[in-house]
């Protein structure tokens, strides 16, 4: 049975249906959603999602929804991170089942970073290895740490709740040196100059030894913050997703070195279908 899925990023949402063989995307659609919306307005799109699927009732819905939130109860848990702030508290789980247009046999969550690793291990850049951490590098540094198709929150070499962002680097939380207002603040502070990540890089790759060297030490200090966990997950392979992934061959050589150590680095194979995937394989083996 294909596999209803609904993927919310920061200001969008996503609704596909997923076929288990493959697996593969067979459909999607997307809508704007305002990071400020309220949870009725928020609703609404949700349900919007849900009804253009047209799925029969008692289907396993995969829910792919970036954190704060409980997974396990459906309940947004936002709070001073600047979008769906109005879903604190709000049981997304029990309103969902309750108005989607064909009542569900059950929903099941999954953090949209975990989704996003979980689909790059089954079907892009992680595929053939057993443990992978993937990182989605952008306004922020979501991460993966995916061990034989199951992402871990615990244990050794996984940070805590299992969210890179969590890591510290030269005193400070890693995404204060490396995410998208990072990398603009660094590049501003030495040049007046206020740029987008892809117009440094595109003046790293004509030669600005200003914007290489912002680029460097940004992903050479990744490097280093992940080093420790990448020996210590054991991981055999290290995968790169989100906007500022698009820099790849700028990132890779800093990264290496930071990392001083032998893994395996690739760009995600998959970044628009892999968390759709995943949150559709953890739907189905929940």
Same mark, same amino acid.
């Given at each position: 049975?294909?596999?209803?899925?609904?993927?919310?990023?920061?200001?969008?949402?996503?609704?596909?249906?997923?076929?288990?063989?493959?697996?593969?995307?067979?459909?999607?659609?997307?809508?704007?959603?305002?990071?400020?919306?309220?949870?009725?307005?928020?609703?609404?799109?949700?349900?919007?999602?849900?009804?253009?699927?047209?799925?029969?009732?008692?289907?396993?819905?995969?829910?792919?929804?970036?954190?704060?939130?409980?997974?396990?109860?459906? =309940?947004?848990?936002? $709070?001073?991170?600047?979008? #769906?702030? &109005? %879903?604190?508290?709000?049981?997304? +789980?029990?309103?969902?089942?309750?108005?989607?247009?064909?009542?569900?046999?059950?929903?099941?969550?999954?953090?949209?970073?975990?989704?996003?690793?979980?689909?790059?291990?089954?079907?892009?850049?992680?595929?053939?290895?057993?443990?992978?951490?993937?990182?989605?590098?952008?306004?922020?540094?979501?991460?993966?740490?995916?061990?034989?198709?199951?992402?871990?929150?615990?244990?050794?070499?996984?940070?805590?709740?299992?969210?890179?962002?969590?890591?510290?680097?030269?005193?400070?939380?890693?995404?204060?040196?490396?995410?998208?207002?990072?990398?603009?603040?660094?590049?501003?502070?030495?040049?007046?100059?206020?740029?987008?990540?892809?117009?440094?890089?595109?003046l790293a790759r004509s030669g600005s030894? =200003?914007?290489?060297? $912002?680029?460097?030490?940004? #992903?050479? &200090? %990744?490097?280093?913050?992940?080093? +420790?966990?990448?020996?210590?997950?054991?991981?055999?392979?290290?995968?790169?997703?989100?906007?500022?992934?698009?820099?790849?061959?700028?990132?890779?050589?800093?990264?290496?070195?930071?990392?001083?150590?032998?893994?395996?680095?690739?760009?995600?194979?998959?970044?628009?279908?892999?968390?759709?995937?995943?949150?559709?394989?953890?739907?189905?083996?929940?």
């Amino acid at each position: 049975m294909n596999v209803p899925v609904l993927e919310i990023g920061g200001s969008h949402l996503t609704a596909a249906l997923v076929s288990p063989t493959g697996p593969e995307v067979l459909r999607l659609r997307r809508w704007h959603v305002e990071p400020d919306a309220s949870a009725e307005d928020f609703m609404k799109v949700m349900l919007e999602g849900a009804d253009w699927l047209a799925v029969e009732p008692g289907a396993a819905w995969g829910v792919a929804m970036p954190g704060p939130f409980d997974y396990r109860s459906g =309940v947004g848990r936002f $709070v001073g991170v600047g979008k #769906f702030e &109005a %879903l604190n508290g709000f049981d997304v +789980g029990t309103a969902f089942t309750e108005r989607a247009p064909a009542r569900p046999g059950r929903v099941v969550f999954l953090n949209d970073a975990d989704s996003f690793g979980l689909g790059e291990y089954t079907v892009g850049a992680a595929k053939g290895f057993r443990r992978a951490i993937c990182l989605t590098l952008g306004t922020g540094v979501g991460s993966a740490f995916v061990a034989d198709g199951v992402p871990l929150s615990s244990g050794p070499g996984v940070p805590p709740e299992g969210e890179a962002h969590f890591i510290v680097w030269g005193g400070q939380e890693l995404e204060e040196t490396v995410s998208r207002r990072a990398i603009r603040r660094a590049y501003r502070e030495q040049t007046g100059a206020d740029l987008d990540v892809h117009e440094i890089a595109e003046l790293a790759r004509s030669g600005s030894e =200003v914007a290489g060297a $912002v680029l460097e030490h940004a #992903f050479q &200090a %990744l490097g280093e913050a992940m080093s +420790g966990y990448v020996r210590d997950f054991g991981a055999e392979v290290l995968v790169l997703g989100g906007s500022i992934a698009g820099s790849f061959d700028l990132i890779e050589p800093p990264l290496r070195k930071g990392l001083a150590r032998d893994v395996v680095i690739r760009v995600a194979g998959d970044p628009e279908n892999a968390p759709l995937i995943g949150a559709a394989v953890h739907a189905t083996s929940s």
